[in-house]
């Protein structure tokens, strides 16, 4: 899906954090969709954008290598991305903290305080309006990796268009 955008010379500076699990598949390939859309819509120098996940497993490793092969069919390098666990800074440094499933979102609201905790939103529900679970295609074949793509293609433009309309 190719989306054509309008510079918008208006639009605020944004600070999106994207969320998953382990930070080596959904967030990770999120990271790298919203990048690209931000950058060919001609606002990448106000769209800062990071990626995080709930634990430590995979801290200081690359993406998945799925993750890796289909952003990279999609014209997307995101093979300098390392996995890191979200921590407290991440609430007052981020502007959204955008979870890519419920489990992901109730955790973070939790270790959110009052102040920040309107930060924290279901990635699509914010997105797209749906609320929808990002699913996880850790444990599934290849092929799940294009499903994901096409997901997060599709709620990175319609978050990118969210942002560019009237403030």
């Not at 969709?33 to 709930?54: K, N, T």
């Not at 799925?66 to 981020?94: M, N, Y």
């Not at 990002?134 to 599709?154: I, K, N, S, W």
Request: net charge negative; charged share 25%; glycine share 8%.
């Amino acid at each position: 899906m190719q989306v054509a955008y309008m510079p918008m010379d208006t639009m605020k500076p944004v600070r999106i954090l994207f969320v998953c699990l382990g930070n080596i598949c959904r967030s990770p390939l999120a990271e790298g969709v919203m990048r690209e859309l931000a950058s060919r819509a001609g606002c990448g120098d106000v769209v800062s954008v990071d990626s995080a996940g709930i634990g430590a497993w995979h801290i200081g490793h690359p993406p998945d290598r799925r993750s890796i092969a289909v952003a990279k069919a999609h014209g997307i390098d995101i093979t300098d991305l390392r996995g890191r666990q979200i921590d407290a800074a991440d609430f007052v440094r981020f502007d959204l903290i955008l979870c890519m499933d419920r489990h992901n979102a109730s955790e973070l609201s939790s270790f959110a305080s009052p102040e920040t905790a309107h930060k924290v939103h279901l990635f699509m529900k914010f997105a797209t309006g749906r609320n929808d679970d990002v699913p996880d295609p850790y444990y599934e074949p290849a092929d799940a990796f294009e499903a994901l793509y096409q997901t997060l293609e599709a709620g990175c433009s319609s978050l990118l268009a969210k942002l560019e309309g009237p403030s």
